[in-house]
């Protein structure tokens, strides 16, 4: 691990503002990804902003009927805050469905929603990889890649999003709220959050240098049934070869998002409505342009068959 310098901040905008005038400065929260990260010196920050004393670790009502869920609220707070368990199920079964009982002690919501991606070759620091060196190519794409992307990838990257807690949000249509060192404030949709990789993996999400994630909305509930499939290689502690967080809502319409398969959460809203009239046909729209490799195409009927068994778990 590379030297570097330490603060911790008493305010959001406090932190942001560190962030912003110091190069390589990066925020703090859990650490749970960011540490080892830095143990391998992929990521190598020239100073910490420990934000860990900012508040922003309650979950509150909206006005709007919703919830909104401070960044610094821990996984674990999260998935058993009995508001999110009853009106938004999706999200409390997709935050157990990841990592462990520890590590979800001290994740952070933001913290998760800013996770990188665990392709294997983006850890190995003696291959090339275009998310952590750019311009370096994509060992990847004529390497293993059984666990990596098949659909929104690029010539440059073919790695996954990793986590589980952001296919949910997404379903469910979450907003995440910023501020920007100047104190300015935006609400970005989660569906415009992370990036596509195109010829710029290395850039994850849409955040400006500096800006700071300081909550996430959760809308009006929308009832109906919530599922959250996950399938891995072993039964705990693993990553998704493909995921699936659905809701059917109390008309019958299902809402479905994917992961393990993007770079990014993957939902195509523009399909759902078909879902539960012609489901082959709107999951060949939902992965319409896939580019599997030969080792990880199977994954597109494996999701087509993780949505049939959460639509057999519906109820009459």
Not at 14 to 19: K, L, Q
Not at 233 to 242: E, G, K, P, T
């Amino acid at each position: 691990m590379k030297s570097f310098t330490y603060e911790r901040a008493r305010t959001p905008a406090e932190a942001a503002a560190s962030v912003a005038k110091i190069p390589g400065a990066k925020f703090l929260a859990g650490g749970t990804n960011l540490l080892d990260l830095m143990k391998l010196e992929i990521e190598t920050p020239t100073h910490l902003v420990d934000v860990q004393d900012i508040g922003l670790d309650t979950i509150e009502d909206t006005a709007e009927g919703g919830l909104r869920i401070g960044a610094l609220v821990s996984n674990t707070a999260l998935a058993s805050d009995k508001r999110v368990r009853r009106d938004y199920g999706v999200l409390s079964r997709a935050i157990v469905a990841g990592a462990s009982g520890q590590l979800r002690n001290k994740a952070t919501t933001a913290g998760n929603l800013l996770q990188r991606t665990r392709c294997s070759y983006f850890y190995d620091t003696n291959m090339a990889c275009n998310k952590r060196q750019p311009g370096s190519g994509c060992a990847a794409i004529q390497g293993f890649s059984r666990q990596l992307a098949v659909i929104g990838t690029s010539d440059s990257c073919i790695a996954t999003y990793p986590g589980d807690m952001a296919i949910a949000l997404r379903v469910l249509d979450a907003t995440i709220g910023t501020v920007k060192p100047d104190g300015a404030t935006r609400t970005i949709p989660m569906a415009d959050f992370h990036r596509l990789p195109g010829d710029t993996p290395q850039i994850d999400n849409v955040l400006e240098r500096g800006e700071l994630i300081t909550h996430v909305d959760l809308p009006r509930p929308i009832g109906g049934q919530h599922f959250y499939k996950k399938v891995r290689d072993r039964a705990s502690y693993a990553f998704a070869l493909v995921s699936v967080a659905a809701v059917i809502q109390p008309d019958g319409k299902m809402r479905a998002a994917f992961g393990g398969m993007a770079p990014k959460p993957w939902r195509v809203e523009a399909a759902e409505a078909g879902l539960h009239e012609d489901r082959a046909a709107a999951m060949e729209t939902i992965f319409a342009g896939a580019r599997p490799t030969e080792e990880n195409a199977f994954k597109i009927p494996l999701a087509q068959r993780a949505l049939a068994s959460v639509v057999a778990q519906t109820r009459s």
